[in-house]
């Protein structure tokens, strides 16, 4: 088998609890314009590029002034995320990963201008070898092509390397692409179906580098 020396981060749900802001700003906008919006619904677009903006057109029957609309969105995303920490284990085996010279990067169907700030403001986005974002691959999650272009960018396979994925459509973008996948569920995802990950955890904490290289390399 081959030796384990990469790992491939997923961002929103992974490394910072942003899909609840994201989902909470959602939730607000279809509220503010008197129609509800489900966490189901939620689901669906988790892990990929896709937006709720359709189903509000569909369901008002009209578009919405998005441009104003978004930047409240934005706000109230914001404020309910200003305070978020890094989730737990993700520091622990992202520095040992640095330490032991294993390739890092971030693997997200976010935007680079979303993900890099959230990192650099808390100091870690100098731990990641690259960024691999929405727009650097053809297609996003659940498509594999980010992480085959992941691969391409650290030269490594999909045999050396671990993908942490949160959601059902980033685990299976990993494992399209031939990678090893720890799904680490959260209060969004948790009911999601995981059968095609490798290993499904409750967090990070109880993993380390040898722990993956015993279990996958």
């Known amino acids: 088998m081959a030796v384990l020396r990469a790992l491939l981060f997923d961002f929103d749900g992974l490394m910072l609890d942003t899909e609840n802001a994201c989902f909470g700003g959602w939730k607000w906008v279809?509220?503010?314009?008197?129609?509800?919006?489900?966490?189901?619904?939620?689901?669906?677009?988790?892990?990929?590029?896709?937006?709720?903006?359709?189903?509000?057109?569909?369901?008002?029957?009209?578009?919405?002034?998005?441009?104003?609309?978004?930047?409240?969105?934005?706000?109230?995303?914001?404020?309910?995320?200003?305070?978020?920490?890094?989730k737990p284990g993700v520091m622990e085996l992202l520095s040992e990963a640095f330490s032991r010279g294993?390739?890092?990067?971030?693997?997200?169907?976010?935007?680079?201008?979303?993900?890099?700030?959230?990192?650099?403001?808390?100091?870690?986005?100098?731990?990641?070898?690259?960024?691999?974002?929405?727009?650097?691959?053809?297609?996003?999650?659940?498509?594999?092509?980010?992480?085959?272009?992941?691969?391409?960018?650290?030269?490594?396979?999909?045999?050396?390397?671990?993908?942490?994925?949160d959601s059902y459509n980033g685990a299976l973008a990993a494992k399209t692409a031939g990678i090893w996948c720890v799904a680490v569920p959260n209060d969004i995802t948790r009911s999601m179906d995981f059968s095609h990950a490798d290993l499904v955890t409750e967090d990070l904490s109880g993993l380390n580098l040898d722990v993956l290289s015993r279990r996958f390399g």
Do not use: N
């Open 102 to 165: 294993w390739k890092r990067a971030v693997v997200s169907s976010s935007p680079r201008h979303w993900v890099h700030p959230h990192l650099e403001r808390r100091g870690v986005s100098h731990l990641f070898e690259d960024f691999i974002c929405h727009g650097d691959a053809p297609r996003a999650k659940p498509a594999p092509d980010l992480y085959v272009e992941a691969l391409r960018r650290l030269d490594v396979t999909g045999a050396e390397s671990v993908a942490l994925e």
């Open 30 to 86: 279809f509220e503010t314009h008197g129609l509800d919006y489900q966490l189901e619904e939620f689901q669906q677009i988790v892990g990929t590029d896709k937006s709720p903006r359709p189903l509000l057109e569909e369901r008002l029957g009209a578009i919405p002034d998005w441009e104003s609309v978004d930047v409240e969105r934005r706000e109230y995303e914001r404020q309910l995320g200003c305070d978020m920490e890094i």
